[in-house]
């Protein structure tokens, strides 16, 4: 069927990692569909020379779907990360864990446990809704339900959340651990107990073959409409389908689907930036800062440039670097959000999904709520076909 073709089986909007995944998953059982996006990537976004990440950053080995679509670049080693205290001090690699080993051991133990469960979760929401995933797991369940100061002291870890998971969290989540529920927390420090890597994203690979579905344009409304979806974009005029997928930012989606509460917004500015770093940054690849800091990171690329993060417009660049030239600029306004124990349903009603990172915020559980989606379009026949569960 011709893309621009008024009338589709289904209709996806929105073409970063979760609507492409659910296109992919489509595509791939033989199943058409129109793909309506303002852009190819979303918050995958790659600076204009080609040489750094600008949205997501890192893939972690877990990323079992995502990392078909990627070609891996240097691995994230901890040892090479700086971490900003309270106290204005930086401490290098495993040293906070190192220096309250009790609470190391118990901290590195609840990730094993997490990680184990998350790994289930993610195999079980390629066939239910994460919303049922979670609630169906006590231990899920417990931590999207607690917040993370509460588990932190339950735990007893507090000297390690200070000076270990504050600055992952500041740099991962760009907001502090006080705002956060314990899930959103261990799903954000994951990437200390799992390899982490920097990649170049294969959009080629994962839009093999349906390139000629995707239409750039963005979508302003959508009505029911008797048993089918009425979708009106700003430049192509209006397409109807069976099925919508809704694969936006939770922000633009809440204003589709006309939801309630989400989770509380965080921003970020990311600087790609040449020039020459001050001590202590300088001497590390990586710098994590303190809760509280405007500054978010600060990752030293191979080719010599900066990655700058902070939630300022408008950093003191001087106070980092002795020299320094801005290349490229980008606002995430919002990155993602996070803040709270909002779970969306992704069933919005008959043949309308919502997918993308609106509970679980990363790559690979954003693809997982794509494929779910287009399961359920695939049905029984999808389900038996659809060959992208990993036996874990
Ligand atoms: C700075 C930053 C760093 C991050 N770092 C990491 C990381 O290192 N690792 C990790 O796993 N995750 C990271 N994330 C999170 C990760 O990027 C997201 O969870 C994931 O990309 C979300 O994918 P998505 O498809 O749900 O949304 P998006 O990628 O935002 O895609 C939404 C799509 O919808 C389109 N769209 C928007 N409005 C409309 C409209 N009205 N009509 C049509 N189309 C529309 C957009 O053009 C876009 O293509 C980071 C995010 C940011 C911002």
Redesign the pocket.
Known sequence: MSPLARQHETVI?????????CARQLHDNGRPFLL??????????TSADGTV????????SD?HH?NRFVDRGRRIRWRRVLRGDQDGSFTRGNMPLLLHPLQAIRFLRLMREFRHHHETFKQDCLLISQDQAIRADPLLWGLYEEEAPEFIHRHRIEDIARSYLAPGAQG?A?TSVDRLTAFTLLVGVL?TITP?FEYTFRFDLLMSGFEEAVVL????DITPNADRYSIR??NQGSFSATNVVV????D?SA??LDLGLLKGPNY?H?FLIRGNLRRPWAQATYSLFPEGDPTLGIARQNGGSILF?SVSEDPDFGHYFSTWEVVEH?H?N???HLEGDILLECEQGPGLYL????NV???????V??VYAANHILGDSGAAKRGTRHDA
């Open positions: 909007i929105g073409g970063g990692i979760a609507g492409l995944a309506i996006t303002e852009d190819v990537g979303g918050r995958i976004h990440n600008l949205g997501a950053y890192y893939v972690t990323y995502v991962t760009f990437p982490a344009d963005s979508v302003t974009t700003r694969a936006t930012p939770i633009v204003r589709l970020a990311t993060c980008q995430w919002p990155a993602f997918v993308g990172d609106h915020c990363n790559l690979e559980d954003s693809y709520t794509g």
